[in-house]
């Protein structure tokens, strides 16, 4: 006697940006409709396997140093909210000591005057994130 198969299906109610979207996973496709909306609309950066939604998470925050003589410009690739700034020389002393609002601004710029030549560490840390990257001020 054969097997009987039939396809399974669920529906979720998912809540984005103050939007309903009925979502509907039958086998491994699925179908996003927005409640009220055209089927047409999709939700792109969702992943979908097997009838689980996976979490949606940013990538940690970058920074970018750039160097121009004695000026050193901390740039970062995300906001990661208030947050201390910090420059250490090689011996791990505090030389530079900051807040920066990271949500009003994407740079920073130190005047480096009167420095010695030699690696730096610039450590930017907030409640949420810790983001550290070196540099070389000649």
């Known amino acids: 006697m054969g097997k009987n198969h039939r ?3 669920a529906l979720a109610i998912l809540v984005i940006a103050s939007s309903f979207f009925a979502i509907s996973f039958m086998s491994r496709a699925s179908i996003i409709t927005p409640i009220g909306g055209s089927p047409g609309t ?8 097997s009838g689980t939604a996976s979490s949606l998470t940013s990538a940690p925050a970058s920074l970018y140093i750039t160097v121009l003589g004695e000026q ?6 995300q906001s990661i909210g208030q947050a201390e700034l910090t420059v250490e020389n090689a011996m791990g002393e505090v ?3 900051d807040m920066v609002n990271t949500k009003s601004t994407s740079s920073y710029t130190i005047d480096m005057t009167g420095f010695d030549s030699g690696t730096y560490t610039v450590t930017l840390k ?3 994130q810790q983001i550290t990257q070196d540099f070389t001020l000649n």
Do not use: A
Not at 72 to 77: F, N
């Open 7 to 9: 396809s399974s299906s």
């Open 42 to 49: 999709t939700i792109s950066s969702m992943l979908m396997t």
């Open 72 to 77: 050193v410009t901390v740039q970062w690739s």
């Open 95 to 97: 030389v530079v000591d």
């Open 126 to 128: 907030s409640s949420k």
